[in-house]
């Protein structure tokens, strides 16, 4: 007999790879709804596939809270114990492949080209499980309304995740009127729930661990390989890949708002405040591999780098990082060693286990 949701959560905490939390388990009764209802069985088209129409869209779930309560974890149990055709992908990471898509169907000169690519989706997928919804682009701002209503149409169940209330998404956005719409369609399709917990595991994972890992070298690679396994779940990571004024910026390996790449991915290509302004926003926890020692010679990574921490920092990105010296040695000689300062002592504040708590 199939476990119930509940069940496999139960089994987890027995099995000491979870910890009870009451509000997780209150979330479970929700989804095992949503599970129960796309299980079913799907009413056969008439007469010789006549007046055949989609399946009946099945209401969804939007689950909103506070980093590191345990929302992608539940939505992950959820799409894993499901059975039918979905998809599980990041927001911002499905919203970039939409956007690929009508520009193709547009260079066809399709005359509606937002139409056809939510018809192949539909055709795809029952399930669509997102992690992180959030819209910082006016481009995604001004199509996901008709594309969601298209996806529901034609039957396609949505549970997602985020960190704001529906009414907090593309807050004061250019043009934000024309994006309300769609908050109204989440309330009439999505079933919103808050998940309120005082545990932020994401932080316990953290809290007290070290992570700023010196000198370089294999015992700092191996440190940073297990904490990223252990803050990924072992799991296959995804590259991200994020639009920013007509560029790519790409994070190698992430998973579950999750990052990590090298300082030369992030410091030696053309990055601007723009596109750390965008990595910030994608993710929770960034992990950066091989800061080199900062000097003349490598002025320019210097200068970006600095950028980096300091958007790392407002936006409150949990940083963990490799580095070839402490923070105060990092950038000793040359331009720029003077101002270095307020970053190693933004480094040095951010490896605090109360760094970025909400």
Not at 250 to 260: A, D, E, L, T
């Amino acid at each position: 007999m199939k476990q119930s949701l509940l069940q496999i959560y139960d089994a987890r905490v027995a099995a000491g790879t979870l910890h009870a939390d009451a509000a997780q388990r209150a979330v479970l009764p929700l989804m095992e709804r949503i599970r129960t209802e796309l299980e079913a069985p799907v009413k056969k088209p008439g007469l010789f596939g006549l007046f055949a129409k989609p399946p009946e869209t099945v209401r969804g779930l939007y689950l909103w809270g506070g980093v590191g309560r345990g929302k992608s974890m539940l939505m992950d149990l959820f799409c894993g114990a499901v059975e039918v055709p979905k998809r599980r992908v990041h927001f911002h990471a499905f919203m970039q492949e939409v956007q690929a898509q009508i520009e193709a169907a547009r260079r066809a000169k399709t005359e509606d080209a937002l139409l056809p690519v939510a018809k192949a989706i539909a055709a795809e997928v029952r399930l669509l499980c997102f992690d992180e919804m959030q819209i910082t682009d006016i481009a995604d701002a001004m199509i996901v309304g008709r594309l969601f209503d298209e996806l529901f149409k034609r039957g396609v169940t949505v549970v997602t995740t985020s960190n704001r209330v529906p009414e907090d998404l593309y807050k004061n956005g250019l043009n934000r009127q024309l994006f309300l719409p769609f908050i109204g369609i989440i309330r009439a399709e999505l079933e919103v729930q808050e998940i309120v917990s005082e545990n932020d595991y994401r932080q316990h994972r953290l809290s007290g661990a070290q992570v700023y890992f010196t000198p370089l070298g294999r015992p700092a690679t191996e440190a940073m390989t297990a904490l990223w396994e252990e803050l990924s779940g072992h799991d296959d990571s995804a590259v991200l890949r994020l639009e920013v004024k007509g560029r790519e910026v790409v994070i190698p390996h992430f998973h579950n708002g999750v990052g990590r790449a090298t300082f030369w991915d992030l410091c030696a290509a053309a990055l601007g405040p723009a596109d750390y302004l965008a990595i910030a926003g994608a993710v929770r926890v960034l992990m950066i591999d091989d800061i080199p020692h900062l000097s003349s010679s490598n002025f320019n990574e210097a200068k970006r780098f600095v950028t980096l921490i300091d958007t790392l920092y407002e936006a409150k990105v949990r940083l963990i990082c490799s580095a070839a010296e402490e923070p105060e040695r990092l950038y000793i000689e040359g331009e720029g060693s003077f101002e270095f300062e307020r970053t190693a002592s933004r480094l040095r504040e951010m490896q605090s286990a109360d760094w970025a708590r909400d």
